[in-house]
């Protein structure tokens, strides 16, 4: 029997040899779910944020290589891996910043190369990518419950972006910590940021907070230093869409000015991530910040918001230095600074 808390809100998952998502661009409006047979699908799901977030993105991939060996004619093993490969770099290419992304992929890669026939890479690539999905949620619980113990009775905690369920495959990151510390049996409160210019915040979070029974109050962005200055916000918590090596943090935009302030009135920030969005090869300034389209600032839906040909820059993440960061939580603990130390002794 599917857990309660795990069951109302599963972003994506398997079904029969298709792909079944929750499309994320209709919240809070709709609850859709849309189902996909072709990699290209899901490809173009992740390009279009009807799937986000980073653990969700990378189940998502392995689902999406999965039906990739599902759709390949492939006679041999070596027709069958240059398929895949084919689709891996379909896939990979839609959101370069996310780590998680290309681990899904790469793991569902390595599986395929260990096999030694077509169809054994069909069933296996399978089985894996349902592995890694069914892991999500266990990985997500075991981070939650490490998370809950640095969050007090009546504590009034900040997210930034949504890092719930809807951004993995159920329970959530930065949520999952929300959600463990209230399950702990203490009394939690949340302030969502609005989270421009895609509103993950008053779309998602908020949506996904209020579902699930959960004192939640929305703020603009610009009201965080309000927030702060005023004595709302004991802690935050962000999720992550990668970490380097040293603990700098690239996270949606905006997570840094929130832990500039969190820094400024002496807030706790806190990061929740799995060790699948490590990035241990990678100095922080290699790391590529995904663009996107103008469209998203000057205008909210088929209204226009700004002059026409406005130059407009709009990175989709930013990056948070470690110094500004009072611990980032895993399942395997939580490491605090200095964290290229307390990093390695997780993955050790």
């Known amino acids: 029997m599917e857990d309660k808390h795990v069951a109302p809100l599963k972003t994506v998952r398997w079904e029969d040899g298709k792909v079944i998502m929750i499309d994320q661009t209709k919240l809070p409006n709709q609850l ?4 996909y047979d072709d990699y290209n699908q899901v490809a173009n799901a992740i390009q279009t944020l009807v799937v986000r977030g980073a653990p969700a993105i990378g189940v998502s991939g392995a689902f999406g290589l999965a039906l990739a060996a599902l759709q390949s004619r492939a006679k041999n093993k070596d027709e069958m891996i240059a ?11 839609t959101r370069p910043t996310a780590v998680n992304l290309a681990w899904g992929l790469e793991r569902i890669m390595n599986v395929a190369i260990s096999c030694d026939s077509v169809e054994q890479i069909r069933q296996f690539v399978v089985e894996e990518s349902k592995k890694i999905a069914e892991q999500d949620v266990s990985i ?25 369920a809807l951004a993995t495959v159920a329970y959530g990151t930065a949520l999952g910590v929300i959600r463990a510390t209230k399950e702990s049996g203490k009394n939690v409160k949340v302030i969502a940021t609005e989270t421009r210019p895609v509103q993950q915040g008053s779309r ?6 209020k ?36 603990g700098h943090v ?10 500039t302030m969190a820094r400024q009135h002496g807030v706790p920030f806190y990061v929740a991530a799995p060790l699948s969005t490590f990035d241990m090869k990678s100095e922080y300034n290699d790391v590529t ?33 470690p110094e500004l960061i009072s611990g980032i939580i895993t399942e395997k603990g939580i490491a605090v600074p200095p964290f290229e130390d307390s990093i390695k002794k997780l993955f050790d």
Do not use: W
């Open 250 to 259: 690239f996270n949606k935009i905006g997570t840094y000015q929130v832990a």
């Open 83 to 93: 398929d895949l490969e084919v689709a891996k770099k379909t896939l990979f290419e």
């Open 32 to 35: 859709v779910f849309v189902e």
């Open 204 to 209: 998602l979070t908020v949506f996904e907070l």
């Open 140 to 164: 997500n619980r075991a981070m939650g419950k490490n998370g809950s113990v640095l969050f007090d009775d009546n504590d009034t905690v900040m997210t930034h972006c949504n890092a719930g």
């Open 211 to 246: 579902h699930d029974g959960f004192d939640v109050s929305l703020i603009p962005d610009t009201a965080v230093g309000y927030a702060m200055a005023n004595g709302l916000v004991d802690k935050v918590v962000v999720g992550a869409d990668r970490i380097v090596k040293t």
């Open 289 to 321: 910040i995904e663009m996107r389209s103008s469209a998203e600032v000057t205008q909210v839906g088929d209204t226009k918001t700004a002059p026409d040909d406005i130059d407009v820059i709009n990175p989709a993440f930013d990056m948070t230095p």
